[in-house]
Antibody
């Protein structure tokens, strides 16, 4: 059974960098069969696709965040990570990681999500 | 970005009822649409991909239809465990985008 679990600080100060990791079990981020994706949901708002990475190193980001976001793979830890710099209160959200299909883009499974609050 | 408009935002129904939730995309996305179920405090779960395809383990009372710009998730014979939030996602064009969600509540 494939499982994903987000981890990282729940509180980040404005202007600093948000860093989260997603640990994968039951699958390998080194396989060329899936994308590894980050999504977030501010309270009361729709989900927002942040970006994804493939084992080749190719990554795609939401243009709304492109200049601030980096997604990396760590094959030694079977993890992928999210870094979002220069955060503001608008980045306060529940952050999810998920495994993505290559052809149809579905997301399965997802992690449970982690709330990150940006506040001083 | 492709906009995805989901309706209704909330829905009240009784056990045994059938309900339909729709998503409309601002551009043609063929069948690149997935549906998810989300319960509070849990990971969202994929129900349907490719507009009408199931992964294993999804009960047959869930079905998806549509193509182009108009899609429907139908749940027949509602069970207590079906009361949750449902949302759709288009994966035809980057950035992938999501509907606003439909909260299905017990009447």
């Amino acid at each position: 059974q494939v499982q994903l679990q987000e981890s990282g600080p729940g509180l980040v100060k404005p202007s600093e960098t948000l860093s989260l990791a997603c640990t994968v079990s039951g699958d390998s981020v080194s396989r060329d069969t899936h994308y590894w994706t980050w999504i977030r949901q501010p309270a009361g708002e729709a989900l927002e696709w942040i970006g994804r990475i493939y084992i080749s190193g190719v990554s795609n980001y939401n243009p709304s965040l492109r200049n601030r976001v980096t997604i990396l793979l760590d094959t030694s830890k079977n993890q992928f990570s999210l870094m979002l710099n220069s955060v503001t209160a608008a980045d306060t959200a529940v952050y999810y990681c998920a495994r993505g299909g290559l052809t149809m883009g579905w997301l399965d499974p997802w992690g449970q999500g982690v709330l990150v609050t940006v506040s001083s | 970005d492709i906009q995805v408009t989901q309706s209704p935002p909330s829905l009240s129904a009784a056990i045994g009822d059938s309900v339909a939730i729709t998503c409309r995309s601002s551009q043609i996305i063929y069948t690149h649409l997935s549906w998810y179920q989300h319960k509070p405090g849990k990971a969202p779960e994929l129900l349907i991909y490719g507009a009408s395809n199931f992964l294993g383990g999804v009960p047959p009372r869930f079905s998806g239809s549509g193509s182009g710009t108009h899609f429907t998730l139908t749940i027949t014979s509602l069970q207590p465990e079906d009361f949750a939030t449902y949302f759709c996602q288009q994966s035809y064009s980057l950035p992938h985008t999501f509907g606003q969600g439909t909260k299905l509540e017990i009447k």
